[in-house]
């Protein structure tokens, strides 16, 4: 990876990290480990029951991005559900999350994309407040 697209993914990760802040209160920092050992998520503290993952790109590369942190979350010790966040251009946040149903069935069918929902991030923060961990 070059230099422009680590600062580009710095740059995405801070923004992430303080409109966490600004909406679901907490400290919320960039995950530096991500860049020395692979299956990381980019955020350092789950976000309620998540672990997320951010991209910024004009090409959105879903499926791909999708696989990269349900594989960070199934590596992760305390099995956290994946979160994609990832900034479309001039058009702001989106979320990604499993279907609750589709997730607790334990099927691998229920990791794919299909079972997904995309949220605003007003529906993701919603989420976050009312998750009862």
Partial sequence: MGAFSR?????CERELCALL???LGGDFSRNLKQYQKAQEGDIEQLVGPYLVESKS???LNLKSWWGQIVAA???HELRPLPCLAYK???KGWRFRVPIPQ??????????ELTYTMDLS???FFLIVREHKG
């Fill in 7 to 11: 600062n580009k993914g710095a740059r």
């Fill in 21 to 23: 802040r600004d909406n």
């Fill in 57 to 59: 790109h004009a090409t």
């Fill in 73 to 75: 979350a199934s590596r």
């Fill in 88 to 90: 479309v251009p001039r």
């Fill in 102 to 111: 589709a997730w607790e069935s334990g099927h691998q069918w229920g990791r």
């Fill in 121 to 123: 991030p007003d529906g």
